[in-house]
């Protein structure tokens, strides 16, 4: 089966730096996906890591272990228009386009 | 038009009613997907396309019927809803022989009364 967890909600600071979790633990692995969804809009595309180590684009980072099922996003300089929900996802087999979702980390920037 | 689109974005029906929700793409794609969206629940993928023929479905009540009828186009028809079906639903596109990345579109916002 699979399975994928991150924290339901975090609060940060403007300006700060959040780190958002996902372990996961699915019957194969061939690549894990970061996307963020604003509240009533559709989910954007952000990060993607299929080798271990990390991914940086700008602000935001993506780290991957394989070995370990984890992964996590790294946002810096934190904005207000940060606050939105982070969905963790994960490809088991390649070719086969099927994401399997954990259930998001909604993010609350405050002053 | 760019991107993903979906028509209608809000719809409420009884549960005698049929209805059909549709989703376009214009970005060349040769996959396309639906997903539920339901309040603290992870997105549920029910059904993928791959150059037009159906390679997955999800253990997806037979109220929902997808139709894919070109690569651009995809369409969920709806009948008999329950009142638990109300969710937003997804349509996504991709890729499937290069690219990882789905694009979604705004989502149709269903209500069963």
């Known amino acids: 089966g699979q399975n994928i967890d991150q924290p339901t909600e975090m609060t940060a600071t403007e300006g700060a730096i959040v780190q958002i979790n996902c372990t996961y633990q699915?019957?194969?692995?061939?690549?894990l996906f970061w996307y963020q969804q604003h509240a009533g809009e559709a989910p954007t595309f952000l990060s993607y890591?299929?080798?271990?180590g990390l991914e940086e684009k700008g602000r935001f980072s993506s780290f991957l272990s394989r070995s370990k099922g984890y992964s996590y996003l790294l946002l810096k300089e934190l904005q207000m228009k940060d606050s939105a929900s982070y969905l963790c996802?994960?490809?088991?087999?390649?070719?086969?386009?099927?994401?399997?979702f954990g259930t998001g980390t909604r993010l609350t920037i405050i002053p | 038009e760019t991107g993903v689109t979906q028509t209608p974005r809000h719809l409420v029906m009884g549960m005698t009613n049929k209805k059909s929700l549709k989703c376009e793409q214009h970005?060349?794609?040769?996959?396309m997907y639906w997903y539920k969206q339901s309040a603290k629940k992870p997105l549920e993928l029910m059904f993928v396309?791959?150059?037009?023929?159906?390679?997955e479905n999800n253990s997806v009540p037979s109220r929902f019927s997808p139709e894919c009828p070109n690569s651009s186009h995809l369409f969920l028809h709806l009948h008999t809803l329950q009142p638990e079906d109300s969710a937003l639903y997804l349509c996504?596109?991709?890729?499937?022989?290069?690219?990882?990345?789905?694009?979604f579109g705004p989502g149709t916002r269903l209500t069963v009364t």
């Open positions: 996802a994960v490809r088991a087999n390649f070719g086969n386009e099927k994401l399997t």
């Open positions: 970005l060349g794609h040769n996959a």
């Open positions: 996504a596109s991709s890729q499937r022989d290069d690219s990882y990345e789905q694009y």
């Open positions: 699915t019957s194969g692995f061939n690549g």
């Open positions: 396309y791959s150059l037009e023929e159906r390679v």
């Open positions: 890591n299929v080798l271990d």
